[in-house]
């Protein structure tokens, strides 16, 4: 899975003290677009401009560590003399279906937007509307007027395997991404992962299931989750009722018949793998 980046380590400890040098990367991230060289997509290679190729006076702030790499983000637009020759803006998701790597590169693309995105939108205080600022001893946002605290938004979130003795509930999402899908769905207030699994499952296909075990979970920055994987049986009858609103597929699929996703990237491709080569438990 993207985070799996293995010799490499990711260090997220919060630092205020770190000040970016020449050498260091610049996440130029707005709006979920990172600025990247062009030349990524035909060498599949993910490249981030260093802060010496950036020709701007402005206070960066220090994100995390890869290695000894440090990464640091720019959420100021740039005006075109401002970009290095190469050098552009493009959707950060597209780095994913592209499949393009290393893989820590693409972490810290994914993890580095999911940042940036906590940083634009805590700007003001929801509570009275007053500028944040950030504390000066954790990652948060705190308000000076009123003392409102605001942490890194993570919200969980389920994928599901649902399995019928050889077969696998595979889906496909009406719109947006292409490839073959679990149930998904996020976890509601009041309510258990596991009953999320149960409603999830019935919402988009109609059928009841049993013998919930968790699997695994992943750190999903494109869209503010924390992903939590899960196997269970069908349970009764096994009649799929498609939500067609959220989906233009659902099915249930031979193992050995199972597509799987482009890229090793996703808890979804890696459970679906799973069942494929028969190692579910």
């Not at 610049?26 to 260093?50: A, D, R, S, T």
């Not at 988009?204 to 075990?213: C, D, M, P, Q, S």
């Not at 349970?235 to 067609?244: A, F, L, Q, R, V």
Request: glycine content about 6%; some cysteine; overall charge negative.
């Amino acid at each position: 899975m993207v985070q799996d980046i293995y010799p490499h380590k990711l260090h997220n400890e919060f630092d205020p003290n770190i000040q970016a040098t020449p050498k260091d990367v610049l996440l130029c991230i707005v709006n979920g677009k990172i600025l990247i060289h062009l030349n990524c997509f035909e060498n599949k290679e993910v490249v981030f401009p260093k802060v010496k190729e950036i020709q701007i006076h402005s206070e960066y702030r220090y994100l995390f560590s890869i290695d000894s790499t440090k990464y640091f983000l720019c959420d100021m637009q740039l005006e075109d003399n401002q970009i290095p020759s190469g050098y552009g803006y493009v959707e950060e998701r597209s780095l994913r279906i592209e499949g393009i790597g290393p893989k820590d590169n693409l972490f810290a693309a994914i993890t580095g937007k999911h940042l940036a995105d906590w940083y634009r939108d805590t700007k003001f205080c929801g509570r009275c509307g007053h500028k944040m600022v950030h504390s000066t001893k954790e990652r948060a946002m705190i308000c000076p007027e009123c003392y409102n605290t605001v942490y890194p938004r993570i919200m969980p979130a389920v994928i599901v395997g649902v399995i019928n003795g050889d077969k696998l509930l595979l889906t496909k999402y009406r719109t947006g991404f292409k490839y073959n899908a679990l149930i998904a769905g996020f976890t509601e207030i009041g309510e258990t992962v596991e009953e999320t699994v149960k409603r999830e499952v019935m919402e988009e296909a109609g059928i009841k299931v049993n013998n919930i075990r968790y699997y695994k979970s992943q750190p999903w920055g494109s869209a503010n989750d924390i992903l939590l994987g899960f196997f269970c049986d069908v349970k009764g009858n096994d009649e799929i009722s498609m939500d067609t609103n959220e989906l233009k597929y659902a099915d249930w699929v031979q193992r050995d018949e199972i597509i799987l996703q482009p890229g090793e990237f996703s808890l979804t491709n890696e459970m679906m793998k799973l069942f494929k080569e028969n190692k579910v438990e």
